[in-house]
T-cell receptor, first 116, second 113 residues
Framework: EAGVTQFPSHSVIEKGQTVTLRCDPI?????LYWYRRVMGKEIKFLLH????????ESGMPNNRFLAERTGGTYSTLKVQPAELEDSGVYFC??????????????FGPGTRLLVL | DAKTTQPNSMESNEEEPVHLPCNHS???????IHWYRQLPSQGPEYVIH???SNVNNRMASLAIAEDRKSSTLILHRATLRDAAVYYC??????????????FGKGTRLHILP
């Protein structure tokens, strides 16, 4: 079974440009999460999709970030325009829906974003 | 949010057991204790979780104090591949759940050959 995949693995852009990150969750996982770690800080939650709906977007830093999950499959995270402080590693995770126990989140390898 | 406290770093020799401590004195009765780890250049991965009883799986064991205010992740025989940052995380049960994972600073585990 394929794990969570993310594309690209690395991205280097200039301040003011736009970047779109993609995440393909494990097949059949309704839950999809975005997290990020910026320089020297802890991994922070950005948002959570259940299928195509945004369940929790409390961690989105500002309106330069736009996440979508069309059809409830893959998700994209667009940063427009990118700023220097957006540099970091963006992780995607997915999980099955569970009504009895805490579901395990499976993480992708991350996209390393560098804004110059 | 209930918080956890872990040492910043630990060192262990290869092929020896490793005990990674975690304090969570403000844990509520509905919080599960989860451990994730992040290997270099990879995303976090699930290790183990428990509520009250000690737990074992193929990766590790989790020992939970009787008062649940602390727990210990045990790697029975560390290998170089176990060098990672280990996160102790509290997650609420279904009825009180908050689906996102709140990561702290974790413990960076160094394995000496």
């Amino acid at each position: 079974e394929a794990g969570v995949t993310q594309f690209p693995s690395h991205s280097v852009i200039e301040k003011g440009q736009t970047v779109t990150l993609r995440c393909d969750p494990i097949s059949g996982h309704d839950n999809l999460y975005w997290y990020r770690r910026v320089m020297g800080k802890e991994i922070k939650f950005l948002l959570h999709f259940v299928k195509e709906s945004k369940q929790d977007e409390s961690g989105m830093p500002n309106n330069r970030f736009l996440a979508e999950r069309t059809g409830g499959t893959y998700s994209t995270l667009k940063v427009q325009p990118a700023e220097l402080e957006d540099s970091g590693v963006y992780f995607c995770a997915s999980s099955q829906e569970s009504r009895t126990v805490q579901e395990t989140q499976y993480f992708g390898p991350g996209t390393r974003l560098l804004v110059l | 949010d209930a918080k956890t406290t872990q040492p910043n770093s630990m060192e262990s020799n290869e092929e020896e057991p490793v005990h990674l401590p975690c304090n969570h004195s403000t844990i509520s009765g509905t919080d599960y204790i989860h451990w994730y780890r992040q290997l270099p250049s990879q995303g976090p991965e699930y290790v183990i979780h428990g509520l009250t009883s000690n737990v074992n799986n193929r990766m590790a064991s989790l020992a939970i104090a009787e008062d649940r205010k602390s727990s210990t992740l045990i790697l029975h025989r560390a290998t170089l591949r176990d060098a990672a940052v280990y996160y102790c995380i509290l997650r609420a049960t279904w009825m009180n759940r908050d689906d996102k994972i709140i990561f702290g600073k974790g413990t960076r585990l160094h394995i000496l050959p």
